[in-house]
């Protein structure tokens, strides 16, 4: 029995698939632990969602920027942009099941796994964890959000869109803590010493901007022992961090790079090639 965390698939269903066999993947056995954004920009969300969702018992499954943009779309709260690929999904006779199982998954997850280190605990969110949280915070203002989108769906996708507040410092009404708390879990990359987000730069960690860094080179407020982050989201960082407590899963496959699942028992790497032509 193995547990992976896989990268953001983003609708790249021949590689995840090639992924699977890689890892000779058994539902009945392992658990794949998907940082989320599982749809959008690549060819296939609608073979890549249904999949998903036909072995969902084998997965912990996190919310991610893109998954929250197609419910948002599907509830025609938003329009969809030049470059999303959600047409099929949001044609196919399933949409509402897809939907509403989309809609009960959480922000984070977390679990402690023996491993050839120990004991380690994973966290998982599809940005990642702000330097100012406690895993228990993490884990509260996940329950909040999921209730927020579970029982006033219109309220929340209506108010979560947009880049300020940047920080927690500066949200006052409930719209704003939802909003920014929602950028913290599934779009954060780059912040200041106040946890103020720059959600403008996406570049990778070589990125120089004046008073920012990755929100994992920031001292942390709380200790977190034996504990491990795994994100997606930052196709640029290509897997890298430089510190194996943050565990960067998104290696851009939908860029044209790679798909990658890391098993967490013993943090072995697997990765697929882009395929050309799809
Ligand atoms: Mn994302």
Redesign the pocket.
């Given at each position: 029995m193995s547990n992976y965390a896989i990268g953001?698939i983003q609708g790249c269903y021949g590689e995840f698939i090639e992924l699977l066999q890689k890892i000779e993947f058994d539902p009945e056995e392992d658990k794949l632990w998907l940082v989320?954004?599982l749809v959008n920009r690549g060819p296939n969300s609608l073979e890549t969602l249904d999949y998903i969702f036909n072995i969902k018992e084998s997965c912990n499954v996190v919310l991610?920027?893109?998954d929250l943009h197609l419910i948002s779309v599907s509830k025609k709260l938003r329009s969809t942009q030049e470059s999303d690929t959600l047409d099929d999904l949001l044609k196919n006779k399933n949409l509402t099941k897809y939907i509403n199982w989309l809609k009960s998954l959480p922000f984070v997850h977390q679990e402690i796994i023996n491993t050839v280190r120990g004991k380690i605990n994973f966290f998982m969110s599809?940005a990642g964890l702000p330097p100012h949280w406690s895993l228990k915070k993490a884990s509260l203002i996940s329950e909040e959000l999921s209730l927020n989108l579970k029982e006033n769906t219109e309220f929340y996708l209506s108010n979560i869109y947009g880049n300020l507040p940047s920080g927690d410092n500066e949200a006052i009404s409930e719209e704003d803590k939802l909003k920014v708390n929602t950028n913290y879990l599934?779009r954060m990359r780059f912040c200041n010493d106040k946890a103020e987000l720059n959600l403008q730069e996406k570049g990778g960690l070589d990125t120089k901007i004046k008073g920012f860094k990755p929100w994992f080179c920031y001292k942390r407020k709380f200790e977190e022992k034996n504990t491990q982050i795994i994100f997606?989201?930052w196709a640029s960082l290509r897997g890298e961090t430089g510190n194996q407590k943050f565990i960067a899963t998104d290696t851009g496959c939908v860029w044209g790079y790679e798909l990658t699942a890391i098993e967490l028992e013993t943090g072995k790497r697997f990765t697929v090639r882009k395929k050309e032509n799809e």
């Open positions: 953001d989320g954004d991610g920027n893109h599809h599934t997606g989201h």
